[in-house]
């Protein structure tokens, strides 16, 4: 009897332990916080700097990508067939229009030339000459010392020597000519794309030297909807993302005519294009939509809790208090709030500083 006895104390002096224990744990011998505001958030504001949320006025606006294009490429090519004397440009280089660009042998043309001044000369002459009978024997024919058969035949040698002097200019203006196509110059100021000869090379009339452009534009694609609401001669601004410039440019043209699959058009803008942009490169075209408020505060006022951003709210007068928000957007300097404040709130503008 006395061992049960025991073994009963003993299980009842080990459930009232666990009892105490849990009851303890629990928080049943500390004091009870009484129901009321909670102030256990609560800082006092001091001297910190504060900010007031405000609504900001932003545009709206959707992004098209497009690609940076030449305007209008030019081939420029050989009229003669002659070797590469020279070459003045390089890949990338700006030309003014007028510019030498490439120089070809002109030994041959400048040997011809100089046989067509001689041409010139002696037909010149003959000419001259004929003239002189030709007056000689008019002058005759009044004195009835010379038939109508001399004077005809004075008058056709005139003729003929003139037309042999007219043939010898027009092969010499042909030489002149041909001797310039020897000095290959740039037809408009522009860009060199590629040069497709070196010196030395023998080229053909016909064959491409080299390749120019004269302005870039941005060809973007955008979707049907928003196409149809844009403009020739519009101004939008643009993002050329590789050199991290942002510039405008000028509606130029609108294809009309839409991608079947992609229900897109194609929009030509074109513009003063910043130092450094070539064919290719990859850019975007933004066009406006509207605007939108938005709130937002400093950058330097957001804290986080691990992933959890928040700010720091003036309460009253001279008291803050944590409060979590969500950030719609963030830049260098300000940041975008989605939710947790509202216009008109004061936040610390820097928590450092309190």
Request: charge should be neutral; aromatic fraction near 4%; glycine fraction near 8%.
């Amino acid at each position: 009897m006395t061992r049960w006895v025991r073994t009963g104390a003993i299980l009842l002096a080990s459930i009232c332990g666990i009892t105490m224990l849990l009851f303890w744990l629990a928080g049943g011998f500390r004091e009870k916080i009484r129901p009321g505001p909670a102030q256990a958030g609560m800082r006092p504001l001091g001297g910190a700097p504060t900010a007031t949320v405000r609504l900001t006025t932003v545009p709206l606006r959707e992004e098209a990508v497009g690609t940076v294009r030449a305007a209008h490429e030019t081939d420029v090519g050989a009229q003669i067939m002659a070797r590469v004397l020279a070459v003045h440009i390089q890949a990338g280089q700006h030309v003014d229009k007028g510019e030498i660009l490439l120089e070809l042998a002109r030994e041959d043309l400048e040997a011809r030339l100089n046989q067509a001044r001689a041409g010139v000369d002696a037909s010149q002459a003959s000419r001259d000459q004929a003239q002189t009978d030709h007056d000689r024997v008019a002058r005759l024919h009044t004195q009835n010392a010379a038939s109508e058969h001399e004077v005809a035949s004075a008058a056709n040698k005139l003729k003929s020597a003139k037309a042999l002097h007219e043939q010898a200019r027009g092969v010499l203006h042909e030489t002149e000519t041909v001797l310039e196509y020897a000095t290959i110059r740039s037809p408009l100021t522009g860009v060199v794309i590629d040069k497709v000869v070196d010196v030395g090379d023998m080229v053909k009339p016909g064959q491409t030297l080299l390749r120019l452009y004269d302005q870039l534009q941005l060809i973007a694609t955008v979707r049907e909807s928003l196409a149809t609401k844009l403009k020739k001669g519009q101004q939008l601004p643009v993002t050329l993302v590789a050199l991290d410039l942002h510039c405008s440019g000028i509606i130029s043209e609108i294809v009309p005519e839409t991608d079947v699959l992609s229900r897109a058009f194609h929009v030509k803008v074109t513009g003063p294009c910043p130092p450094g942009v070539i064919p290719g490169m990859f850019g975007r075209l933004y066009i406006p939509l509207g605007e939108r408020q938005e709130l937002r505060i400093p950058r330097a006022a957001v804290r986080r809790a691990g992933q959890i951003p928040y700010v720091y709210r003036v309460i009253g007068e001279d008291r803050v208090e944590r409060t979590f928000v969500q950030i719609a957007a963030e830049d260098d300097e300000q940041v975008t709030i989605a939710s947790g404040l509202s216009a008109g709130d004061r936040i610390v503008a820097d928590p450092d500083k309190f």
